[in-house]
């Protein structure tokens, strides 16, 4: 479809601003459950969204019948919609014009794969997995090759066309032994490029390791003596905490309200750029640009060119997460955060790849010095308020430390505690960097899209801990 003519067809019909997405999200998986292969899905999923304002009111629309006179009438409905309905009055900031074709690097498609390649990856994981000795066990492991692709025109003249592949999947446990009971760890995969970046990820290898600690603390861990501990925390809890008590809550849109009914407020307001909020040593980041990241892109869709967000500098709110509706009500510029899942949903405002950063100390120098503590290396259950500020972890594979030295294993410590205190606690910061591919969802109707969360390992003086209840 010629995108740049329906645009040119809008500007003609009078509307101050609009912008026409062309997007097709290509994908295929396979699933193997307890060693049996299911029939590889494939899923094509293509159309065009766009956007229109006029007199100040905006209004989204999109279609996948893809003649002509549908889109043509589709845009012209659309503006006669704007006209007789009265809508909040919005803005735009004002951006630079962009003409770019981009892509993320790859050598080998994910999507044009042999099956049996896939099949094979799957059956090396569930393998690996058996080796270790445990009676009981279910196993769901999950392959995903797919491309996004995007070509995207505004009124302005900015046109941009794009095309992301990722690999991803999900790798999901589970272990029984009798009296002990069950446990389960569940952990996603995920970069942008091709077939090659499964080859260095080494999933087999990262399934039999996570499935061994998992057993450690089924067979041996203890729960935790309720009491105030100090804190390491493994790049996978730093990854959680930052993205749902910092990116969350410094979306603008949902400083504004936009989200309140939908997927919960924020604890900060408009004004609260420089509030101090954790200690010195904190920094948060999001970077969408991060090269083969599960969250990458280089312009977002709104054509605006991606940037490095410092949102929280040595412990102060830094600035908020924007598209250009936001940034026009903050009188600032967009810094790149609009997207969307696919072309029938409307781009707002999403985080990429958001983390702490990293800092000094060796993962050995920020326990040599705890008397009493406890190292949370990844988590089974995260729970979090509609303002971002009461939150609520609870360890999967965890050990006691004592006089600087990693013990036993301990099973279900329950962190819980406020933003601030969480930030604030923090005394030392890992140069450990690690990240972990997610599905972050926002947006009614839903769309999921994909980040990576992270961080190196943390620690934190003082904290409560608890065992489950």
């Known amino acids: 479809m010629d995108v740049e003519k329906l645009v040119d067809l809008l500007i003609k019909e009078g509307v101050e601003y609009a912008e026409v997405r062309l997007q097709k999200n290509t994908e295929i998986e396979i699933i193997m459950c307890n060693g049996e292969i299911q029939a590889p899905e494939f899923t094509e999923d293509y159309g065009v969204g766009m956007r229109i304002m006029k007199d100040g009111a905006f209004a989204f629309s999109s279609t996948n019948i893809m003649e002509w006179n549908n889109v043509k009438d589709l845009g012209i409905s659309t503006l ?26 790859y050598k080998i498609s ?14 090396d994981i569930d393998a690996s997995i058996k080796e270790v000795n445990i009676k009981t066990m279910n196993r769901l492991i999950s392959f995903r090759g797919s491309i996004e692709e995007k070509v995207y025109v505004n009124s302005e003249g900015t046109r941009i066309s794009s095309i992301v592949p990722r690999v991803s999947g999900t790798i999901a446990v ?78 603008a849109d949902r400083i504004l309200g936009r989200e309140g009914a939908q997927a919960g407020e924020s604890y900060l307001k408009k004004g609260d750029l420089g509030k101090k909020i ?55 510029k967009s810094n790149g955060a609009a997207r969307a899942s696919a072309y029938n ?69 329950v962190i819980e505690a406020t933003t601030q205190v969480i930030f604030s606690s923090i005394d030392a910061i890992g140069n450990d960097l690690k990240f972990n591919a997610a599905t972050c969802g926002k ?22 801990i608890k065992g489950r209840s």
């Open 345 to 413: 949903r409307e781009p707002i405002v999403r985080m990429s790849n958001t983390f702490i950063e990293p800092g000094d100390y060796s993962f050995e120098e920020l326990i040599e010095d705890v008397k009493l503590g406890l190292y949370v290396k990844s988590f089974m259950e995260w729970n979090i308020d509609d303002l971002r500020w009461n939150h609520r972890y609870v360890g999967l594979e965890s050990y006691l430390i004592e006089n600087g030295e990693l013990k036993i294993p301990i099973r279900e410590a």
């Open 278 to 332: 954790g200690s010195e040593v904190l920094n948060i980041s999001d970077h969408p640009a991060l090269e083969n990241s599960y969250g990458f892109y280089l312009y977002d869709d709104e054509g605006v060119e991606a940037r490095k967000k410092r949102l929280i500098v040595e412990g102060r709110i830094n600035e908020f997460l924007h598209n250009r509706e936001t940034a026009h009500e903050f009188k600032t």
């Open 174 to 251: 589970t272990i029984y032994e009798g009296a002990k009971g069950s446990i389960q760890r569940i952990f996603q995969y995920g970069e942008s490029g091709g077939w090659e970046r499964i080859e260095r990820m080494n999933l087999p290898d990262v399934a039999k390791k996570e499935t061994e600690a998992i057993a450690k603390v089924l067979l041996e861990g203890k729960s935790p003596k309720p009491g105030v501990y100090d804190l390491i925390i493994g790049s996978e809890v730093a990854g959680i905490i930052s993205h749902e008590g910092c990116g969350h809550p410094q979306e």
């Open 443 to 464: 947006g009614q109707p839903d769309q999921g899209v994909p980040v990576w969360t992270g961080g190196p390992s943390v620690r934190l003086r003082g904290i409560y």
């Open 80 to 105: 006669k919609s704007i006209k007789s309905n009265s809508c909040k009055k919005i803005g735009l900031s004002q951006e630079e014009v962009i003409k770019k074709e981009w892509k993320a690097n």
């Open 110 to 123: 994910p999507i044009e794969l042999d099956i049996e390649t896939m099949m094979e990856l799957l059956r």
